[in-house]
């Protein structure tokens, strides 16, 4: 199954990664990053790096997300040294904009460990097509608001439709899943969230970046299949197979190769 929920937890609060671990969440996002003061940085890679060791189980190590520094920051190749140790498999490289850079984080890590790419800068969007095709990046997110500020665009919805397009257009060309969508910042409202899931469902996104674990089930609900729709992809391919050389419908509608592909594609699901 593709992720749907990534669920941060700041890097120098190691009390809370368990908490996190004991959600639903299918990936909780260690940050390093954002979440971190710069006073702090050095220590929550230490702390990270001593849990890492002593609590990482290989179970749990399937899970675990370490969000690094951006690269040519002054915490980047510290960060990223620790990641190598630590031994884990996925790795969310903040602020990507660059193809090369992205390489050369996946030259330093240790082999298999794949790349997020989090692009959240116009330059980044820019490059979004040779980013996605980047060896060992395995997936898109989208840093909405931070890319919202670079752009001067006031607004993370209606606003940034053209850039969503852009993410699920470049993710399916090169292959990768259907990407991350950015944040809801209204961590108590489950309406709002349970409304933004709906949008970027509808705009081709598969999973959500959760800043708060009351997210997780909303994220993780609001990217599965219906029950609806499962029942009627079944209805779809049972009808195919009752007669799989003529024209079929279903529901009166004529139903086509794209069709019967949709409906495996949310059976699988």
Request: glycine share 8%.
């Amino acid at each position: 199954m593709i992720a749907r929920s990534y669920l941060f937890v700041p890097g120098d609060r190691p009390e809370r990664f368990g908490k996190a671990l004991a959600t639903q969440a299918h990936r909780v996002v260690i940050d390093l990053e954002d979440a971190v003061s710069i006073d702090a940085k050095a220590q929550a890679r230490a702390q990270l790096a001593e849990w890492s060791q002593s609590q990482l189980s290989d179970e749990i190590r399937e899970r675990v997300v370490i969000r690094v520094n951006a690269y040519g920051t002054p915490w980047h190749e510290e960060d990223v040294s620790m990641v190598r140790a630590a031994k884990v498999r996925a790795v969310m490289a903040a602020k990507a904009e660059d193809a090369a850079q992205l390489a050369d984080i996946a030259a330093r890590c240790a082999e298999g460990v794949e790349l997020i790419a989090l692009v959240e800068s116009v330059a980044g969007v820019v490059r979004m097509r040779e980013i996605a095709q980047c060896e060992r990046v395995s997936r898109l997110a989208f840093g909405s608001f931070d890319f919202g500020v670079d752009a001067g665009i006031d607004g993370t919805g209606r606003e940034l439709d053209h850039v969503r397009s852009q993410f699920v257009i470049e993710s399916r060309f090169a292959g990768l899943p259907p990407p991350i969508d950015g944040v809801t910042l209204a961590t108590g409202d489950i309406d709002a969230i349970t409304a933004d899931v709906l949008d970027a469902r509808r705009f081709g996104f598969g999973g959500k970046l959760c800043i708060h674990p009351k997210q997780v089930d909303a994220v993780n609900d609001g990217f599965a299949p219906s029950a609806a729709e499962r029942e009627w992809a079944a209805r779809v391919l049972a009808a195919l197979e009752a007669n799989p050389r003529g024209a079929i419908s279903v529901d009166g509608k004529l139903v086509d190769k794209p069709i019967v592909d949709r409906a495996r594609r949310i059976l699988a699901a």
